[in-house]
């Protein structure tokens, strides 16, 4: 079974899919819990973060493309309890959202683009922004069992996605789901929007592992 896979898009994909890419991996990596050992003295082994939920990322433009994130955006995650290893921007690709089980853009614009580039995405692409509006009415009652298992997660997150596509209900996002771009700006705006991708990631991975 293929693990379940988030695409975070932004414009360069050097400063905002970056961040979402790696504070989602860090948020579920903090809610991934090992099950105890057996009494018997037999000790389970819990999947780890990377087979639980693969986040990775891309932007719509190539110009930075086998580049490093930008270093506040590093800043930032390091900051935060990230990790910046192996990075290397990306320019977006067909396959990349045919491969991904939800797609999340820094803004409608970016929406857009992944929507038509593939018009079938439109139903597990969202403004990360939006999403997260999603969330918060999403009922854990309604939703698959939460193991920290690849298959449990999988259909977790897929009903999760599901469950925040029919409450959208053909609305389009709103002007506040966007992520402003950092780039060129401070650390103080790079806080900010950190702060915003975590309003979203981290209730995210919570509801997918409680």
């Known amino acids: 079974m293929a ?4 695409l975070h898009v932004c414009m360069g994909n050097i400063c905002r899919s ?3 890419e790696r504070l989602l991996a860090r948020a579920v990596r903090d809610r991934a819990v090992a099950p105890a050992s057996a009494g018997g003295g037999g000790a389970g082994s819990a999947a ?3 087979e639980l939920v693969h986040s990775v990322s891309a932007g719509t433009g190539g110009w930075h493309e086998g580049e490093e994130m930008n270093p506040p955006a590093a800043r930032q995650l390091r900051s935060r309890g990230g990790s910046v290893d192996g990075f290397a921007a990306r320019k977006l690709r067909g396959d990349f959202i045919d491969e991904a089980d939800l797609i999340l853009t820094a803004t409608a614009d970016q929406y857009d683009y992944v929507v038509a580039l593939r018009p079938d995405a439109a139903s597990r692409a969202f403004v990360l922004g939006e999403f997260g509006r999603m969330l918060a009415g999403i ?3 309604g939703l698959p069992p939460a193991e920290p298992t690849p298959g449990a997660v999988r259909a977790r997150a897929v009903a999760i996605v599901e469950a925040a596509h029919a409450r959208r209900a053909g609305e389009p996002s709103v002007p506040g789901d966007d992520l ?3 780039w060129g700006r401070g650390d103080q705006t790079f806080t900010r929007i950190c702060d915003q991708i975590e309003d979203t990631v ?3 991975a919570t509801l997918l592992l409680p």
């Open 3 to 6: 693990v379940f896979t988030v």
């Open 18 to 20: 970056p961040m979402a």
């Open 48 to 50: 780890t973060a990377e």
């Open 139 to 141: 009922d854990p009652a």
């Open 180 to 182: 402003d771009d950092p």
């Open 202 to 204: 981290v209730p995210f």
